[in-house]
């Protein structure tokens, strides 16, 4: 269950979609609880069993499950408005006594500190409705496995893909963001991915910038909130996962390098002179906390065009 455009098309030009419609009883009580049964394949005008209902679902979000209006269960009822406020306790003062005072109570001790806390939600790789999903590449020639990558420019900033959450239902188009580096967070980890699956070239001179967490590529236009931007999509170029090779996530690469010296991510699409000199892009650290594309001139790149890897 996903946010799309009044009327189903991307553009905003649609008009009206039963995907998009529930079956409503104005006579309702609202915040006594109502379900939201849906039009598309509906049976019965949305009565009765044989029909799909938003419900509750363990995971955190919402999935359509069978439902038998106007009987829902519990996980498929809904409160409309209303802000859950709480009237408080009234305080009571204890009476006064000449009994002797108790002995002071002894400091708990603190208990140990949690590892973990913190850090970002943990991600675990979902099983794809459609096959086959993001995978690790057994078979790939791999120039970094699981590095951070930072900014030369500021280096205390990294690659960072943590908020899996900003994409779409497959975990596509999440953001690529710069967040403080911390070696514990997983989705700081890279794979520099020169020959593999999804990496046609044979000759290691592009790589792909591969989530050692998620299994996605870095794509220059893979961002959900502007796809004029880098983030995370399935490798290969197709959504759910069996696409082959894509430019769109290919970056020039230097063998010779000194990856920990820092190196540029010239674009392979659209590319000029095989990603030398002026009319090219590169991933570029953006003063907003996210990584853009932006002009550039390899092999010279800006401060703000060097990544350290590793």
Same mark, same amino acid.
């Given at each position: ?12 030009? *649609?008009?009206?979609?039963?995907? %998009? %419609? ?164 997983? *989705? ?15 000759? *290691? ?16 236009? *893979? ?25 769109? %996530? ?61």
């Amino acid at each position: 269950m996903v946010a799309m455009i009044a009327g189903g098309r991307a553009a905003g030009d *649609g008009k009206t979609t039963a995907d %998009q %419609q529930y079956f409503f009883d104005s006579k309702a009580s609202l915040s006594g609880g109502v379900g939201f049964p849906l039009v598309q394949n509906s049976v019965n005008n949305g009565i009765g069993p044989g029909n799909q209902c938003l419900a509750l679902n363990a995971d955190g979000f919402l999935s359509n499950t069978p439902c038998a209006p106007p009987l829902f269960t519990p996980e498929q009822t809904w409160i409309v408005g209303g802000n859950g406020a709480v009237t408080p306790l009234p305080v009571v003062t204890p009476p006064t006594t000449s009994a002797t005072p108790a002995p002071p109570a002894k400091t708990p001790t603190p208990a140990p500190a949690n590892p973990s806390a913190g850090l970002p939600e943990k991600f675990v790789l979902p099983v794809p409705a459609e096959k086959p999903g993001p995978s690790f590449d057994g078979t790939a020639t791999r120039a970094a496995k699981g590095a951070q990558i930072r900014s030369k420019a500021n280096p205390d900033l990294c690659f960072d893909v943590s908020d899996f959450r900003s994409g779409d239902f497959r975990f596509n188009l999440v953001p690529l963001a710069l967040k403080k580096c911390n070696t514990a967070i997983d *989705g700081q980890k890279f794979d520099l991915i020169t020959k593999g699956a999804h990496n046609n070239i044979k000759d *290691g001179s592009r790589t792909l910038i591969v989530s050692s967490q998620q299994f996605t590529c870095i794509d220059r236009r *893979g961002n959900k909130n502007d796809r004029n931007r880098p983030g995370l999509f399935a490798c290969g170029g197709r959504a759910v996962g069996d696409g082959e090779t894509t430019a769109d %996530q290919q970056f020039f690469f230097n063998s010779k390098a000194s990856l920990s010296g820092g190196i540029g991510f010239p674009v392979a699409n659209n590319a000029v002179n095989n990603g030398v000199g002026p009319g090219n892009t590169c991933l570029t650290l953006n003063a907003d906390g996210f990584v853009s594309s932006t002009p550039c001139a390899p092999p010279l790149s800006t401060p703000e065009q060097t990544w350290i890897v590793g």
